[in-house]
C-alpha cells in the first residue's frame, strides 16, 4: 500500500488549499481513511476521517465548516479541501489508512492507523 500525499503549500490567512492523497494497493472495504497534522512543537492531531465505503466523515471541532473530507472510489484518491485557514492550520499534513474498521474511541488516535503518506506541509501566514 502507498499512499502519496500532494496539494500543501503557503498560503495567506483566509485562504484555501486542497490536498491529495492517491492511494495504490489499498482495498478500503469497512476501512476508514482520515487526515492527521503535526505541528512544530505539537503532538500529532486527528483532523478528519471518512469511511470511503459511504462517504460518512466526521471532524475535529476547530476544522468543522472549514474543512471537508472526500474520497473518489474512482480514483483511489482522498482530498481535503481547506478553506478559511488561519496560521493555526500551518502544519505538516498526513493521510493515513486503516486496514479494517476502527473503534468510536480510537479513529482519530494515529496508532489506528496502518498506512501513511509522506507527509505535505501547509504554511499559513
Known amino acids: 500500500v502507498q499512499l502519496v500525499e500532494s496539494g500543501g503549500g503557503s498560503v495567506q490567512a483566509g485562504g484555501s488549499l486542497r490536498l491529495s492523497c492517491a492511494a495504490s494497493?489499498?482495498?478500503?472495504?469497512?476501512?476508514?481513511m482520515a487526515w492527521f497534522r503535526q505541528a512544530p512543537g505539537k503532538q500529532r492531531e486527528g483532523v478528519t476521517i471518512i469511511y470511503p465505503a459511504n462517504g460518512a466523515a466526521q471532524y475535529v471541532d476547530s476544522v468543522i465548516g472549514r474543512f471537508t473530507i472526500s474520497h473518489d472510489n474512482a480514483k483511489s484518491t482522498l482530498y481535503l479541501e481547506m478553506n478559511s485557514l488561519t496560521d493555526e492550520d500551518t502544519a505538516m499534513y498526513y493521510c493515513?489508512?486503516?486496514?479494517?474498521?476502527?473503534?468510536?474511541?480510537?479513529?482519530?488516535?494515529?496508532?489506528?492507523?496502518?498506512?501513511w503518506g509522506q507527509g505535505t506541509q501547509v504554511t499559513v501566514s
Open positions: 494497493g489499498y482495498s478500503y472495504g469497512n476501512s476508514i
Open positions: 493515513a489508512a486503516s486496514r479494517a474498521g476502527i473503534l468510536p474511541s480510537r479513529r482519530f488516535q494515529g496508532e489506528s492507523y496502518d498506512y
